[in-house]
């Protein structure tokens, strides 16, 4: 372990931790910290020993209630503002997270036990998701013009209005950019409930806006329980759409909460995604990408690749080169630098992975790696990266979104065999396929239930392309123009060239 820097990064996260400790963490609305109205708060927690990091409040309906109304009286003037003046806002919106950018590093991985090596670059691709908004802000408006006849028809985009943003725990920062970013840019105000397990990167986010001059009501941060408010996010009137993150069962309780008030949803849920390996695949390549693909961010990732699905003359020796990869993996304290795997978000979700090794053992599948807790210092939620082995795609540890460092390798015999095991799940996020044969790459690429698929790669994004799940997954898409069209209402504007006939009623009848 390198303890100098371990110790260098405890330090300098002290001071920014301080005020975590010493106040209750409070909302953000209309432009103003604001400590709630409900008087009740929780514990937040760090994984790393499960110690209290300080106590944030549990917002309530009213707080919602404050915040939907400060979003809503802010959004005729922010709608109305320029699009250029808009993309400069948010470029300084980007510059100041990029200042404070090891600030909320820091502050995340201790806040959510990520790895700081993962959590250094969370901070720039977050300023990046501002940046590439921002400079689609002037033309988000852009429609079609359609002549027709004695008309002339045109679109244009128009913010839907106040928006709300729910977001999970797994790479809260970077997550909550890539909605918020593309809200604002559009012309929305946003009120935003980040995770109760990790909320305090949401206050750096909230302050360096304001601080970048976003006027006061634009974006307001309320903090609190899921089903408190979270829930009444999504039953405000003023809020127009709900954009939500997180687990599948969530997604359905908000889409029927949203009901009475016919909320636009976007959902973003769970996945059970396969990777594919066959016999022909460039299999170092392969390698590193399955273990970086369920391994990095401690597993806690919707896009993992969280089955393992491998060609039978293949299987036995990658299999076994997977389970020495993750035996070598650097589990520790997510600040010390060298760490590749740090502890689990929670007690709760640390107990729900470690309840798959049982369930392994008793269904059957050979625990080729992990399947332990391994506390550092006898505390933590920390777990040894796992490999269950030799499973059926009927398996629990094969159906279910497990969300930690944990895969689950099957072998299959063919093509078709490949396809079918990786279709049967509910689930529809991502595919990973690898095969040095082109027709076979497109083939499968076709034929998967997915709403993303990489070819020969791992999860790399480019922020244009268009980025959601099928199935059980999700709803909807974000990315480039297909975030605009979640925040944004298509209105249609028909002229007359006045040239054609009206039609007329009563002109003829007797009086
Ligand atoms: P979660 O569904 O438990 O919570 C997510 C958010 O919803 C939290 O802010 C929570 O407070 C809030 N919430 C909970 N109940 C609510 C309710 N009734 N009404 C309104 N809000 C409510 O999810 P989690 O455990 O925080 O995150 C992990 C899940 O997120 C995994 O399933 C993962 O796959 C998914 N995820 C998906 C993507 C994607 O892009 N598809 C990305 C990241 C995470």
Not at 280 to 301: C, H, K, P, Q
Request: aromatic residues 8%; hydrophobic residues 40%.
């Amino acid at each position: 372990m390198t303890v100098s820097k371990l110790d260098n990064n405890l330090t300098e996260l002290a001071q920014h931790l301080a005020r975590f400790r010493d106040h209750t963490l409070g909302h953000f609305i209309d432009g103003r910290a604001d400590g709630g109205r409900s008087g009740r708060d929780f514990d937040n927690l760090t994984p790393i020993d499960n110690s209290v990091i300080g106590r944030v409040a549990a917002g309530d309906a009213a707080d919602v209630d404050a915040a939907a109304t400060a979003a809503a009286a802010a959004f005729p003037s922010w709608r109305g503002l320029a699009g250029d003046a808009r993309r400069a806002l948010l470029h300084r919106i980007a510059d100041g997270i990029e200042a404070r950018g090891r600030e909320i590093a820091l502050v995340e991985s201790y806040d959510t036990g990520q790895p700081l090596r993962f959590m250094s670059k969370a901070a720039a691709r977050a300023a990046e998701n501002f940046r590439f908004f921002a400079d689609r802000a002037p033309t988000a408006c852009e429609g079609r013009s359609m002549p027709a006849g004695d008309h002339v028809n045109y679109s244009l985009r128009q913010p839907i209005g106040p928006v709300g943003v729910i977001t999970p725990w797994n790479t809260p920062f970077m997550l909550s950019t890539w909605k918020i970013a593309p809200a604002l840019a559009a012309g929305c105000t946003v009120v935003h409930k980040p995770a109760e397990w990790s909320p305090l990167t949401a206050m750096l986010l909230a302050e360096i806006c304001h601080e970048a001059g976003l006027p006061p009501g634009v974006l307001n941060t309320v903090n609190g329980i899921g089903e408190q408010a979270g829930r009444a996010l999504t039953e405000h009137p003023a809020i127009k759409a709900v954009a939500f993150v997180g687990e599948s069962t969530t997604g359905s309780h908000i889409m029927r909460q949203g009901a009475a008030t016919l909320k636009r949803v976007h959902f973003e849920l769970g996945g059970k995604n396969p990777v594919i390996v066959f016999a022909d695949a460039e299999l170092e390549r392969a390698l590193d990408a399955v273990t970086f693909m369920i391994y990095s961010l401690n597993g806690e990732r919707c896009t993992s690749s969280s089955r393992l699905l491998v060609e039978r003359p293949i299987y036995d020796e990658f299999v076994a080169r997977v389970a020495e990869r993750a035996g070598r993996i650097r589990v520790g304290h997510p600040l010390d630098p060298a760490t590749e795997v740090g502890p689990l978000i929670h007690p709760r979700h640390f107990d729900k992975v470690c309840s798959y090794f049982a369930a392994a053992r008793e269904e059957g599948a050979r625990i080729a790696a992990g399947g332990v807790p391994c506390p550092l210092d006898g505390k933590g939620n920390f777990v040894a990266p796992t490999l269950f082995a030799d499973a059926d795609n009927t398996m629990r540890v094969a159906r279910e979104e497990i969300f930690g460092p944990v895969l689950t390798a099957i072998p299959f015999a063919d093509e078709a065999e490949a396809l079918a095991l990786a279709n049967d799940t509910e689930y529809g996020l991502t595919g990973y396929v690898w095969t040095r044969d082109g027709g076979r790459g497109q083939r499968m690429a076709l034929a998967l239930e997915a709403g993303m698929v990489w070819v020969n790669s791992e999860n790399n994004r480019h922020l244009p392309a268009p980025f959601g799940g099928m199935k059980m997954s999700g709803i909807g898409r974000d990315g480039g123009d297909y975030s605009f069209e979640f925040y944004m209402e298509t209105k249609n504007v028909c002229m007359a060239l006045d040239t054609h006939g009206v039609p007329s009623l009563g002109k003829t009848g007797a009086a």
